[in-house]
């Protein structure tokens, strides 16, 4: 569904992705691992493009997506979220959610997609008359996600960039749980760094370090694989 073969980027002159791959199935849960700095998020841009790759090959559903625009590779039915706040500061929340699905407004208006929010973060509802730009980092983290969650038709791929941060754990429980109701439906990528948020609902993983993928495998017994993983992170594993 997703594989990404043997790609590099840099930033500027500074390689900072090496010969990276991985593959991620339909329906399933991948999750990335590293430390900070290890080449998560620049792995996860460059799935759309976000950053350039300057060698190998990027597909999704066998589409050759590597260098896409991020808007064309989007329109195949990619969502996405960021670390950077990336809400619109002097629009209301209300206003956001107006924004994210034109075409399915003969079947839905702002109401109900504001509910269906509502429905995976209860604690956004009386948000809706709020500017973006005056909600916290926890706030705008749910505004940020349900933005996905709320498309239709659903991504069919969701690259998700460290979604716990900031949700307080009943919200990362809740919305585990709503990863977990999509499994099978939607294949989901995500980055995480606290590994306890992701291993519990993961199926297969990959470990990043310097930019290169040390580790790759399933998540079969949930404890013993938390442990393989931190040891790789904290470079234990010798
Ligand atoms: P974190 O968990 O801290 O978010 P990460 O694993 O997601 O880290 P990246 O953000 O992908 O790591 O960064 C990989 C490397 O690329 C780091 O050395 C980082 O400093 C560097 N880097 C990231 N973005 C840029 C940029 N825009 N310009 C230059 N270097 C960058």
Redesign the pocket.
Known sequence: MLSVNNIDVY??D?Q?IYNLSFTVNKGEIFSLF??????????LKSCINLVKTTAGKITFEDKDITHMEPHEVCSFGVGFTF?ERCVFPMLSVKEHFSLVDRDSFGTRNVNTICNEAAEIFPDIAPLMDRNAGALSGGEAQMLKLAMVFVRRPLPRLMLLD?PSTGLSPENVTRFSEKLRDLKGKVTIVI?E?VIGAAIGITDHYAV?RD?AVIHQDKVSDVKKEEEVVQKLILGHEA
């Open positions: 930033y500027g500074i900072v590293g430390r900070n700095g290890a080449g998560k998020t620049t792995t670390q460290e980055v760094q990043i930019g």
